[in-house]
C-alpha cells in the first residue's frame, strides 16, 4: 500500500508526503524540484497522438484469439484508433498464386478475415504493403531471417505487381466502401533501406516500387492515402520527398522508425551526447524539419515504431512509464502519431516465446498478462486535450473540459545515469487552495507484474488461472483522494515511478 506522511509541521507548511517504497534516502536522492501551475493559463491542443496507433507482429497472428483479446484489452486502456503489421501479403495467407498457365490467382479470404476483426473492435488498418508473394518474387529465396521467412524480393515484373495492389484495394473498397477505406493508411513496405529489402540499389528500386505501388492505389481512388518511406532510423526521407516532387509521386503522410536505444550517429549523424530516452523524439523533430524544408511541406508524420530500449528487460519493467511520459513530453508538436511496438507479446519475429517475460516489445506479455507498461498508458490515457506549458522535464500538465487537471508526474531512472529518488512539489494556482486531489500511479510495488510473477515461482507457462490472478493482483485500485494544502502537493517518487494526478476544481477561491 503507499503510505501517506503527515506532520503538523509539514502540514502547516502546506505539504503532502506521497512516498511508494518507503522515505527515500535523501542522501542519495536527486536535488528537489518545484513545479509551479497556473490552472487558468492559456493551453494548447494536445491530442493523444501516443496511444491512437500501436504495432503488432505480422497479419497472420491476427487469425488468432490470444491476439484478439489482446486488442481488446488495450484498446479498453487506450484511444486506439489505427493497428500495424507486416506481412499482409505473405504466402501463408495465400493472397497470390499462378495457376497451370502461369496466370495470376488472387485470394483475399484471410486478408478480410484480418480486417474484419480489426473493424468488428472500433480499430482500422495500417495496411503495410509487403512482403513479396514467392511466386511473384524476382529471387523466391531471398527470405529474412525472421521466424516467418518474409520473402523481401523485388516483384519480377512491375506490371503483376501493378496488378495485384489495384485488386487489393479494389477488394477492400468493395467489401468496406470508399467512405470507410479512405480513412486508412497505405504504408509502402517496411525498413526498405535495410535487410527487409533486396532490390538493387536499394534506395532507387524502393522509390520505384513506392511509385508504381502508389500509382496503383490512385488508380482505383484517389482517396486511398498512401505513404513512405517506412525507413529505420528517420532516414530517406529528404530523397524520398525531392524523388516524390520530381517524378510527380503521389504521397499522403511520411512515415519512418526509430528506437530509444540506437545510436545517435545513426538517427541524427551527429556525435551529440542525447539520452536514450530523448532519442527517438531527437529524431522524430529532425524528420518534422526535413518535410517542412521539403517540396512537400506539412505532411503528416506517422512514427509507426518506437519503443524504449531492450537491454534488460527494461520493456517488462515500470521504466516503460517514465520513458513513455518523456517521449510524449518531447515528441508533443512533431509527430502526428507515435506507434509503439507492439501492443502485445503475441509475436513470433524470433519464433514462438518460450516463456511469458522475455523483454519483448508488447503491453500484455504472452498469455494476456498486463505488465507495467499496460498501466501506464492506461494512467496516461487521462490526460487532458489541452496542455498546459510547464518548464519541468519530470511533468506533463492538461486541463480537462471541466476546468480540473489531469498531471503526470514522474521519476526516470535513466538508462545511463544512477538512479535516485526524486522529491517534486507542485505549487498549483488558479484552484482552491484544498482543491481535492486523486492519484494513481505505477512503480516497482504498483502494478508491476514481475513481482507477483516471482512470488507465484515465476511458472513457465501460467494457466488461466495464474494469468487471471496476477492481472488481478496488479489492477490499478481506485485512486487515492487527498486534498491540497495551501495549494500545494510534494511527492517523493522512487526511480521509475508514474504517477497521474487529477487536482479538480472547488468551490471557493
Not at 217 to 245: D, I, M
Not at 383 to 402: K, M, Q, W, Y
Not at 447 to 472: C, D, E, F, I, T
Request: aromatic share 10%.
Amino acid at each position: 500500500m503507499m503510505r501517506i506522511l503527515r506532520s503538523p509541521s509539514l502540514c502547516a507548511a502546506g505539504l503532502l508526503l506521497v512516498t511508494g517504497l518507503g522515505a527515500p534516502s535523501h542522501a542519495n536522492a536527486q536535488q528537489p524540484e518545484q513545479i509551479t501551475i497556473d490552472a487558468r493559463a492559456t493551453a494548447t491542443p494536445f491530442p493523444h497522438f501516443w496511444d491512437q496507433m500501436f504495432g503488432s507482429g505480422r497479419a497472420a497472428l491476427a487469425l488468432r484469439q490470444s491476439y484478439q483479446n489482446d486488442l481488446t484489452a488495450v484498446k479498453a486502456i487506450t484511444d486506439l484508433h489505427y493497428l500495424r503489421f507486416h506481412a499482409i501479403l505473405h504466402d501463408e495467407l495465400g493472397v497470390y498464386n499462378e495457376d497451370e498457365h502461369g496466370n495470376p490467382v488472387y485470394n483475399f479470404v484471410y486478408v478480410d478475415q484480418i480486417y474484419d476483426s480489426l473493424l468488428a473492435q472500433g480499430v482500422r488498418p495500417v495496411v503495410e504493403i509487403s512482403f513479396m508473394p514467392r511466386k511473384l518474387a524476382f529471387n523466391p529465396d531471398a527470405l529474412h531471417p525472421f521466424w516467418y521467412k518474409q520473402n523481401v524480393s523485388p516483384p519480377k515484373s512491375m506490371e503483376r505487381w501493378d496488378d495485384l495492389i489495384r485488386a487489393l484495394a479494389q477488394n477492400l473498397v468493395g467489401r468496406y466502401g470508399i467512405e470507410e477505406v479512405a480513412q486508412w493508411y497505405f504504408e509502402v513496405w517496411n525498413e526498405p533501406n535495410i535487410d527487409f529489402w533486396g532490390g538493387i540499389p536499394r534506395q532507387e528500386s524502393y522509390f520505384d516500387l513506392y511509385a508504381h505501388t502508389a500509382r496503383a492505389l490512385k488508380s482505383v481512388s484517389p482517396r486511398l492515402r498512401v505513404g513512405g518511406p517506412a525507413t529505420a532510423a528517420a532516414t530517406w526521407v529528404p530523397e524520398f520527398l525531392s524523388f516524390a516532387a520530381t517524378s510527380h509521386v503521389p504521397v499522403d503522410f511520411v512515415s519512418s522508425h526509430a528506437y530509444d536505444d540506437e545510436p545517435v550517429e545513426r538517427l541524427l549523424g551527429t556525435n551529440e551526447v542525447i539520452p536514450q530516452e530523448d532519442r527517438t523524439c531527437a529524431a522524430v523533430a529532425k524528420v518534422r524539419r526535413q518535410i517542412d524544408a521539403s517540396p512537400m511541406p506539412h505532411l503528416p508524420l506517422l512514427w509507426t515504431e518506437w519503443n524504449v530500449p531492450g537491454m534488460n528487460q527494461l520493456r517488462d519493467t515500470p521504466y516503460v512509464g517514465p520513458a513513455l511520459a518523456e517521449a510524449i513530453r518531447t515528441c508533443d508538436g512533431h509527430v502526428d502519431y507515435l506507434s509503439f511496438w507492439t501492443f502485445s507479446d503475441v509475436f513470433e519475429e524470433g519464433g514462438p516465446a518460450p516463456r511469458s517475460f522475455q523483454g519483448q516489445f508488447g503491453l500484455r506479455a504472452t498469455g494476456g498478462i498486463n505488465k507495467a507498461s499496460f498501466y501506464d498508458y492506461a494512467l496516461l490515457h487521462q490526460l487532458g486535450t489541452e496542455r498546459i506549458a510547464n518548464p519541468s522535464h519530470n511533468a506533463i500538465v492538461t486541463r480537462l473540459p471541466d476546468g480540473s487537471l489531469a498531471i503526470a508526474v514522474w521519476n526516470l531512472a535513466a538508462v545511463d545515469q544512477p538512479a535516485a529518488p526524486r522529491r517534486i512539489t507542485l505549487q498549483i494556482n488558479g484552484l482552491a487552495k484544498d482543491a481535492p486531489v486523486s492519484l494513481q500511479r505505477v512503480d516497482e510495488d504498483h502494478s508491476n507484474v514481475l513481482k507477483p510473477y516471482a512470488a507465484m515461482g515465476s511458472p513457465v507457462y501460467p494457466s488461466p488461472a495464474q494469468v487471471k490472478q496476477l492481472n488481478r493482483e496488479t489492477a490499478l485500485p481506485p485512486p487515492e483522494r487527498h486534498v491540497l494544502q495551501d495549494s500545494t502537493l510534494t511527492l517523493d517518487l522512487n526511480p521509475n515511478t508514474l504517477v497521474l494526478l487529477n487536482v479538480g476544481v472547488s468551490k471557493a477561491r
